[in-house]
């Protein structure tokens, strides 16, 4: 499927550089994540018209965890599984903890694990919550089955990730410079719909939005999107130095998209939710008792 999907898309996401992004940028991270706070947040609000207690419930890529705080204040009682491919970023979602904590009812793990190879039990969580995370995966629909195989009969998953039109300022500015791979590839939001179905869940739900971000100049785009990890991760990237006369063409590149005095960049944000139907004879509900790790 990896190769189906590289061959159409053009590569795959290299996790060992999506970790190190990420580590790298954890302590910095909030003060750049505009955007990622912002879809988290219009996220937590639709929990408000989802008629659903779940009891575990899995923050799937809980990067600094400000998902996890809203997760928490809406589902007090729940046991919350916050998940991330970086450590780093775990620590900054995870703090630690009272020794006591560790047996109460609803408290928060930290869990190092990756979207594509989920190291948990099957049937062993009520909900997922992903937000901008799945991006990440170097195949949805590995993801997606991974996902309901996680979940319990009933089960809910809601994400939030972002579509193919998203960077599309930069994507073709880099194309008038050369040929090389410099931006990230995002999946069609109705390829999602499909894989989802094709991964057991039932009436999946899906809508979009474009969020605009703007700039003063190039290098404060470029900044704010190494600064949150988010530059190009893809296997089969260009990996060397951008000289003078190529940078001084992007940037005449990227002018031609100058409104306002500013540069803008498009985030086509997809929203989707899916529930596992509530029979599931190909598994059995897992009972876990969660016990917290305390990270060095």
């Not at 809406?74 to 491919?85: C, G, I, S």
């Not at 995870?94 to 190291?119: E, I, N, Q, Y």
């Not at 629909?141 to 300022?169: H, N, Q, Y």
Request: glycine share 6%.
């Amino acid at each position: 499927m990896v190769q189906e999907q590289n061959e159409q898309y053009g590569a795959g996401v290299d996790k060992a550089l999506v970790r190190q992004s990420f580590n790298r940028a954890a302590n910095q991270y909030d003060a750049h994540a505009v955007l990622q706070r912002e879809v988290a947040t219009r996220m937590l609000s639709r929990l408000a018209y989802i008629r659903h207690q779940p009891s575990v419930v899995l923050d799937a890529g809980c990067g600094t965890g400000f998902g996890v705080q809203g997760l928490r204040t809406q589902y007090p009682d729940a046991t919350l599984l916050a998940l991330d491919l970086a450590e780093a970023m775990l620590k900054q979602a995870c703090p630690p903890r009272p020794f006591w904590h560790k047996w109460r009812r609803s408290a928060t793990f930290p869990v190092c694990g990756d979207l594509d190879c989920l190291p948990l039990p099957p049937a062993s969580v009520n909900m997922i919550w992903s937000s901008l995370a799945l991006q990440w995966s170097n195949d949805l629909r590995i993801s997606f089955a991974e996902l309901r195989r996680v979940l319990t009969p009933g089960g809910l998953l809601m994400f939030a990730t972002f579509g193919s039109d998203t960077l599309k300022e930069l994507r073709s500015a880099f194309a008038r410079v050369d040929t090389q791979m410099h931006v990230n590839h995002f999946i069609d939001m109705h390829d999602m719909g499909d894989w989802l179905m094709q991964a057991g869940f039932s009436a999946p739900v899906m809508d979009m939005e474009f969020i605009t971000l703007t700039y003063p100049d190039l290098r404060a785009m470029l900044h704010d999107l190494k600064a949150i990890g988010a530059h190009n991760v893809m296997q089969g990237r260009s990996a060397g130095l951008m000289g003078r006369a190529r940078w001084q063409a992007l940037e005449s590149a990227m002018e031609s998209f100058r409104r306002a005095g500013q540069l803008p960049l498009t985030y086509e944000v997809v929203y989707g939710h899916a529930w596992v139907a509530d029979v599931r004879p190909d598994v059995k509900v897992q009972t876990v008792q969660w016990h917290r790790r305390v990270m060095s």
